[in-house]
């Protein structure tokens, strides 16, 4: 099992930012991998948010319900994927977690790409109204 380790969630506002971050440990390799962002709100499934391929040349995939608002990224440099969110809802209230699908160079093209069978514990993010 990979270690991603999420950060940057927490409470705000609506309309307020948040930019979380998923660390994999520098002894990993990082690039070429399709890694996503996904979120759990309460009582609900979790769903895809933003997907990409990490590396240079890379695609990303958003969620039309984020599409605008969200950014995901990566710096290869410190093996961490980000996922800078603004304009934040009340509903996007919920655990954001970082997932990689765990075969290197696989087939990256969307929000169902996957398998994503590498997951982090998650992050929460609360937006009041």
């Known amino acids: 099992q990979v270690p991603l380790v999420e950060s940057g969630g927490g409470s705000v506002q609506s309309g307020g930012s948040l930019k979380l971050s998923c660390k994999l440990p520098m002894t990993r390799t990082f690039t070429r991998y399709c890694m996503g962002w996904f979120r759990q709100a309460p009582g609900k499934e979790r769903e895809a948010v933003a997907v990409?391929?990490?590396?240079?040349?890379?695609?990303?995939s958003y969620a039309d319900s984020v599409m605008g608002r969200f950014t995901i990224s990566d710096n290869n440099d410190v093996n961490t994927l980000y996922l800078q969110m603004n304009d934040l809802k009340p509903e996007e209230t919920g655990i954001y977690y970082c997932?990689?699908?765990?075969?290197?160079?696989?087939?990256?093209?969307?929000?169902?790409?996957?398998?994503?069978?590498?997951w982090g514990q998650g992050t929460q993010v609360t937006v009041s109204s």
């Open positions: 990409t391929y990490t590396g240079p040349g890379t695609g990303t």
């Open positions: 997932a990689r699908n765990g075969e290197r160079y696989a087939k990256c093209d969307g929000l169902t790409s996957g398998p994503f069978n590498q």
